[in-house]
């Protein structure tokens, strides 16, 4: 069997993503890579496909072990041998899995880390392994966001199988952390396949919070009926953000670590089994999740860094059908994660300064009026257009749509500069609500008193509005020229020696205009599901086939998505194949899943004009 025809049969697929033929022929050579494709982009494949060419047994470490089931449940549904061992399993599962391996039937193991370090799982396999894939790669990299001490360990083990390829994945890792990786996990003259990180079927949008509430809600009601996760940075914002979609009627849950255990459970469960429409969450949430049709994901607060939002917002479609990223940014969210990492203590000055690089990306991002897909592209190393001849506009985030405009340079100094003198005026002794106020013209008594209500700053920016100019002086931090200094009860608002610059005409500065929300909560309708020129699928069919799949699913306890993905979904309405021979030309209709579900489809789909 060619890895084309495994590809076919397997899992019913008919042509290889970016970048998987050559991680694929590399394991098969025997040789060692280093995978970097971004969520969605087909990781599994790399190593699954070797495994079911039948050469011997391929080895996946991985952290996730809320994850590992679900993997084996979809391998094994493309029919390969594959089991998983971790310390959650049953002693049944565990005992069968054992057997399997000494019997030398098993094609594919998921280990944690702490499992392959104990060393008891490969005694009887080691002759037999000729792959182990690392996945989640980055937690070996102290640059990395998510850095686990064991993952430190795992070269110990790996050099007890010198004739083992080994395949380092993960789908965020800029290139310091790419080298980190190499170095950590002794890869041998690896062959290095870094697929680009833009995500083109997940749009993205940041605008600066105002409302919470209103802006979640207003996200959640452009998807009616459809997944999504609300990311919130405290258990109390989760509580609050879940009571006010349930009460609008939303199907939503609360998920956070002071939870009890089995409400987190019903949470999660619900969501991936589609019994739940929304949860909403602190970042506990998610690392488990694969459902793959989710189809937005909210900031409410802003992420800790930009890798960690392309992880968090990379949950949404990653069956590559349109989603919706949206951040909701706040500087204070910024001082707030900065508070935290320094609560316990200080840190080394590399971590220091790790942190301080980690916040003005973030931030920079949220509030640059620059395309986000290139903002996110560039980051990770990666130009932007992804093609040289590319068009500059991505037509997926709010500065390219339009909902965000950037001030042409000349106004946007001027701009800067009323805002910075204004700073400037109040002397680094007041919040930044009393430099609103100045510049709106508010006199608060306070102001008064201090004579600023006779400044020419006062007042001197009152036709842009509140929210332009607290979202301007955002921007002004993150771009350094203000910043926030923590002294005594409130954070006082101050300029900087790179503000007082730029009053001086020295540097430069860029600032944008978000469009007032009432202009935004338009199109309630279902974003494109197909690509153009091709047909477009039936809605009420694919509510009947989604309605289908999730009867099907729960009769045998998975989630929906590994009977179909809602992409196959999608197709199914669009062509209605009438026989199993046209089925089988649908992507993701593999030998398998033909038999067992084939005709239940064909009948829903006849059955459905
Ligand atoms: P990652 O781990 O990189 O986030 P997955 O391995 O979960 O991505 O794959 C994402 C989705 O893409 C899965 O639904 C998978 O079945 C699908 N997929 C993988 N390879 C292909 C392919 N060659 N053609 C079509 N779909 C694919």
């Known amino acids: 069997m060619t890895a084309e025809e495994a590809l076919r049969r397997r899992w019913g697929y008919d042509s290889f993503r970016p970048l998987q033929r050559e991680a694929i022929d590399a394991a098969l050579a025997g040789r060692d890579s280093l995978v970097v494709l971004p969520t969605g982009g087909g990781k599994s494949l790399c190593y699954q496909l070797p495994a079911a060419m039948g050469k011997g047994l391929v080895l996946v470490v991985s952290p996730l072990i809320a994850l590992m089931d679900d993997q084996v449940a979809a391998a094994r549904e493309a029919g390969l041998v594959a089991d998983a061992l971790h310390s959650n399993l049953e002693t049944d599962h565990k005992s069968d899995a054992y057997r ?37 790669a980055h937690c070996v990299s102290h640059w990395g966001h998510e850095f686990r001490p064991e993952y430190r360990r795992l070269i110990e083990v790996l050099d007890r199988f010198p004739n083992a390829a080994r395949m380092a994945l993960t789908a965020t890792a800029t290139p310091p952390v790419q080298d980190d990786i190499v170095a950590q996990l002794g890869l041998r003259d690896p062959l290095r396949l870094i697929g680009h990180p833009d995500r083109p079927n997940l749009a993205y949008r940041a605008f600066p919070r105002r409302d919470q509430s209103a802006q979640v809600l207003d996200v959640v009601r452009r998807h009616p009926g459809e997944g999504g996760i609300v990311y919130a940075q405290t258990r109390k914002d989760v509580e609050r953000l879940a009571a006010g979609l349930q009460a609008h009627g939303v199907s939503c849950a609360a998920y956070h670590a002071g939870l009890p255990a089995d409400e987190r459970r019903r949470a999660q469960d619900g969501f991936v089994r589609e019994s739940i429409d929304v949860v909403v969450a602190t970042i506990a949430f998610g690392m488990g999740i694969d459902r793959s049709n989710v189809r937005f994901v909210v900031h409410a607060n802003t992420p800790k860094s930009v890798e960690h939002y392309q992880q968090e917002s990379g949950r949404a479609g990653r069956d590559g059908l349109p989603a919706e990223c949206v951040l909701l940014f706040a500087a204070s969210d910024l001082a707030l994660h900065r508070g935290l990492a320094l609560k316990d203590g200080g840190l080394a000055p590399d971590r220091r300064q790790a942190l301080e690089r980690q916040l003005r990306d973030i931030g920079r991002y949220a509030v640059s009026p620059l395309c986000r897909h290139r903002l996110l592209a560039e980051h990770f190393g990666a130009p932007y257009p992804v093609a040289p001849q590319g068009t500059e506009s991505c037509d997926a985030c709010d500065v390219c749509l339009g909902e965000t405009k950037g001030l042409p340079p000349e106004e946007a100094l ?31 008594e306070r102001m008064r008193r201090h004579g600023h209500d006779t400044l020419k ?12 100019v607290r979202s301007w002086i955002d921007q002004l931090v993150v771009q350094g020229m203000l910043e926030t200094v923590e002294i005594g009860e409130y954070p006082l608002l101050r300029i900087t020696e790179a503000g007082k610059a730029l009053c001086r005409d020295e540097g430069a500065v860029r600032l944008g205009v978000p469009a007032p929300p009432a202009a935004r909560g338009k199109k309630a309708k279902r974003p494109a599901r197909v690509a153009a020129g091709s047909p477009e699928p039936d809605e009420a069919l694919f509510d009947k086939l989604r309605a289908l799949r999730k009867q099907l699913a729960d009769r045998q306890g998975v989630p929906p998505y590994l009977v179909f993905h809602d992409s196959a979904l999608v197709e199914m309405a669009a062509a209605k194949p009438r ?9 993701g209709v593999g030998e398998k899943k033909l038999e067992r579900y084939g005709a239940a489809f064909l009948a829903a789909i006849a059955g459905g004009d």
């Open 457 to 468: 700053v006062f007042g001197l920016l009152k036709e842009a509005g509140e929210g332009a």
């Open 100 to 136: 399997r391996l000494e019997r030398g039937e098993t094609e594919l193991l998921y280990l944690s880390p702490e499992r392959l370090l104990i060393g008891d799982a490969l005694e009887d396999a080691a002759g037999r392994l000729v792959l182990v894939a690392v996945d989640e």
């Open 579 to 587: 026989t199993l021979d046209a089925l089988r030309g649908v992507k």
């Open 414 to 444: 001027l701009t800067a500069k009323k805002v910075l003198s204004a700073a400037w005026r109040a002397e680094g002794r007041f919040g930044t609500g009393y430099v609103v106020n100045l510049l709106l013209g508010k006199a608060e």
